[in-house]
């Protein structure tokens, strides 16, 4: 049974602006299976995690893939909220090993899983210091396992030594997604976050700009 939470991701998916950033985000990835895209952006708040959540739901309602969305902001996690899930696994359980196909959980949506995040990374600062080396692992194993992979990560700007640093591990995802909250996002920092992408080594598609109709102030 799907929850209210997944349902309004599904009626995301219906929405246009959200399919055409989607196709074109398939053409970039020259439509390879398994593919992976990073989403991330250069600060907090700009629309991330929604974005992520309606990318997944689009490509899993192509009905020829299987889509799993990948949470690896673990030091601010949202995107189980986005479909009523809970953080079900905490750092002990996935550095000894285990799977990722075990610890992911369905959305009530056909085709599309959730690897949520892990719990209370937050309040783990020791730890956590390292957790940036399991993104690839987790990547390729998604990759292995789904035929198309969305990641949700923390804002690149401020850096936080208990986040898991997207620019370290973007390098090995197919392409990067950079979203930015119009009229609220100085260029400068979204400069600066993409410049350190494509440092790293990263494939940056492109930005989406969201909240496109906001008034200038």
């Not at 189980?80 to 799977?99: C, E, I, Q």
Request: glycine share 6%.
């Amino acid at each position: 049974m799907k929850s209210s939470l997944a349902k309004e991701m599904e009626l995301l998916a219906e929405i246009a602006e959200i399919k055409r950033i989607y196709s074109a985000i398939e053409t970039s990835l020259l439509k390879s299976t398994p593919g992976c895209l990073v989403v991330t952006s250069s600060v907090p708040g700009e629309g991330k995690t929604i974005m992520v959540g309606g990318l997944a739901a689009i490509a899993a309602r192509q009905g020829d893939k299987r889509v799993l969305a990948v949470d690896l902001n673990w030091y601010a996690p949202a995107l189980h909220t986005y479909f009523g899930l809970d953080l079900k696994f905490d750092v002990d359980t996935l550095m000894r090993g285990k799977s990722i196909v075990d610890l992911v959980q369905s959305t009530g949506l056909n085709n599309l899983d959730i690897l949520a995040a892990t719990q209370a990374t937050q309040n783990e600062p020791e730890s956590a210091g390292n957790l940036h080396v399991h993104g690839t692992e987790i990547m390729r194993q998604a990759c292995e396992a789904y035929d198309f992979v969305v990641v949700d990560t923390c804002a690149i700007f401020p850096t936080n030594r208990r986040m898991m640093d997207p620019v370290t591990f973007s390098k090995d995802a197919d392409g990067v997604a950079l979203v930015v909250s119009t009229n609220t996002t100085p260029r400068s920092q979204v400069r600066r976050a993409r410049i350190a992408l494509e440092t790293a080594g990263a494939n940056v598609l492109g930005v989406i700009v969201n909240q496109w109709k906001n008034p200038i102030v």
